[in-house]
């Protein structure tokens, strides 16, 4: 179902949020979308939220046409060419209809978008793209994403990127206090791996979520051209 | 034993360095980059791909790649 906001007469923006729920993993990124979505509504932004069977291909051309919308938010799977939503079916493919994104503000969560479909995307007029040049990992120890404490990290460093955007930061802004939030859980995860009273098998996990953390923030990549 | 990778800008050839730089030279001035936890402009990364650092590298390895792809995507006469 695709939920449209009312829309006021003062709205200059609007948003493109593109969330699929189809596993495990992509699960998470869908629940993280709703923080962004009220954040959204409460600034007064036309919310175009497109999830579950809504996200593909050709809806998403379609309310990029009706709606123009300044920023668009993908989470799903992804590879180096395409940004994939239901049931893994590419949206967005590098030398396709990257088009889409021009003039227009990315954001997409999802493994290796950030290397040909930013590029590609990028030399045909995109404003710019915040994403990830290799892996985006998550790291979850509940089934249910409200519930877990170990995603909350994850989730912080990527909402803070699209709160800044979509609060009118420029996209350098978006992606250091973006880094700056995965610097400040990886240091707060060494604390406590390097805590004496620490188990084994609770140092042995909060290595691994260091790790993910850490190569997120490096396979972090953005692309912008100011416009103005 | 010595754990020190060889550096990888060995394996990107001068031709290949040029390609980048070139490349970099027709982007939009006002450009900026986001890469291995920095932010650079178009300016800063010129250097960086100058002086071939691991940024410069990080990033000649992006365009190789984006740049081979493309050219098996286009087609020939």
Known sequence: ?228 | MNWKAKPKKEYISEKDWAIVEERLKTMPDKMQLGILSSSYTKDQLLIEVQNKTEVGIAYAEMQLEFVKWLLKQSKVL
Not at chain 1, 3 to 13: A, D, G, H, R, V
Not at chain 1, 118 to 138: S, T
């Open chain 1, 1 to 228: 179902m695709v939920i449209k906001t009312k829309q006021s007469p003062l709205i200059k923006e609007s948003i493109l949020i593109g969330r699929c729920s189809c596993d495990k993993v992509v699960r998470y990124p869908f629940y993280w979308s709703e923080e962004i979505i009220d954040e959204a509504n409460k600034l007064g932004m036309n919310v175009i939220d497109l999830k579950k069977e809504n996200f593909i291909e050709q809806n998403i051309l379609k309310h990029l046409n009706k709606h123009n919308p300044r920023y668009v938010f993908l989470n799903g799977h992804g590879d180096d060419f395409s940004a994939m939503g239901f049931n893994k079916s590419p949206v967005l493919t590098a030398n396709k209809n990257d088009y889409l994104l021009i003039g227009r503000i990315a954001h997409i969560i999802s493994c290796k978008t950030g290397n040909f479909l930013a590029l590609c995307a990028m030399d045909k007029g995109c404003e710019a793209y915040l994403g990830y040049k290799d892996n985006f990992y998550i790291w979850f120890i509940e089934e249910d994403p409200k519930k877990d404490v170990i995603a909350i990290m994850f989730q912080e460093a990527v909402n803070t990127a699209s709160r800044v955007l979509i609060n009118g930061g420029s996209v350098k802004e978006a992606f250091e206090k973006s880094q700056e939030a995965y610097e400040r859980r990886i240091n707060e995860c060494k604390e406590k791996y390097f805590d004496p009273a620490c188990s084994d098998e609770i140092r042995d996990i909060t290595g691994r979520i260091i790790n993910a953390l850490i190569l997120n923030k490096k396979n972090q990549v953005y692309f912008s051209i100011d416009l103005a």
